[in-house]
T-cell receptor, first 115, second 113 residues
Framework: GAGVSQSPSNKVTEKGKDVELRCDPISGHTALYWYRQSLGQGLEFLIYFQGNSAPDKSGLPSDRFSAERTGGSVSTLTIQRTQQEDSAVYLC?????????????FGPGTRLTVT | AQSVTQLDSQVPVFEEAPVELRCNYSSSVSVYLFWYVQYPNQGLQLLLKYLSGSTLVKGINGFEAEFNKSQTSFHLRKPSVHISDTAEYFCAVSRTSYDKVIFGPGTSLSVIP
């Protein structure tokens, strides 16, 4: 079946604007994860969803970052008042359920550039 | 808390030579261990994982890794590399079967013809 998809693939935005990044997990996968990959910080965990709830939000860098998941499927990561340090590739991953969550399938990422 | 160290940021190796990419982790509890590969301009792909059982784990593309609990290491090896193995390799740990994955800083493998 189809893998994890993310949109847009690239996003250029002006400093101070809000952006929304979308993730479509693999059908039937109940666990969903957001990560960020940047030059200075490597790969960082942002937030984890089990179904529609987020038991672990510990990686969100500031209150400008938020995420939601609806219908146990699509997730949206929102960054408000973007800053240049938000420039990074945002990766989404999904896994089947809590017990098999060890294998996470990654999407291609959204490259965000804040000018 | 868990952490992952990859001491070699860049590893150049000639084609058909063997390679070892080093990974050490720190954790106060048992962890699951992974190696992911990221080819240029592509997403992350799981190479192999250690959950339990045999300490020698075989993955895709001829790679294998050995879990050493006493040395808290999970080094990745391949006996003969190809040009197509040029990529970024990430070692990672996870505390539970559903927990977030903590990644190391990555090792850039460059295979020289």
């Amino acid at each position: 079946g189809a893998g994890v998809s993310q949109s847009p693939s690239n996003k250029v935005t002006e400093k101070g604007k809000d952006v929304e990044l979308r993730c479509d997990p693999i059908s039937g996968h109940t666990a969903l994860y957001w990560y960020r990959q940047s030059l200075g910080q490597g790969l960082e965990f942002l937030i984890y969803f089990q179904g529609n709830s987020a038991p672990d939000k510990s990686g969100l860098p500031s209150d400008r970052f938020s995420a939601e998941r609806t219908g146990g499927s699509v997730s949206t990561l929102t960054i408000q008042r973007t800053q240049q340090e938000d420039s990074a590739v945002y990766l989404c991953a999904s896994s089947r359920d809590r017990t098999s969550g060890t294998e996470q399938y990654f999407g291609p990422g959204t490259r965000l550039t804040v000018t | 808390a868990q952490s992952v160290t990859q001491l070699d940021s860049q590893v150049p190796v000639f084609e058909e030579a063997p390679v070892e990419l080093r990974c050490n982790y720190s954790s106060s509890v048992s962890v699951y261990l992974f190696w992911y590969v990221q080819y240029p301009n592509q997403g992350l792909q799981l190479l192999l994982k250690y959950l339990s059982g045999s300490t020698l784990v075989k993955g895709i593309n001829g790679f294998e890794a050995e879990f050493n609990k006493s040395q808290t290491s999970f080094h990745l090896r391949k006996p003969s590399v190809h040009i197509s193995d040029t990529a970024e390799y990430f070692c990672a740990v996870s505390r539970t079967s559903y927990d977030k994955v903590i990644f190391g800083p990555g090792t850039s493998l460059s295979v020289i013809p």
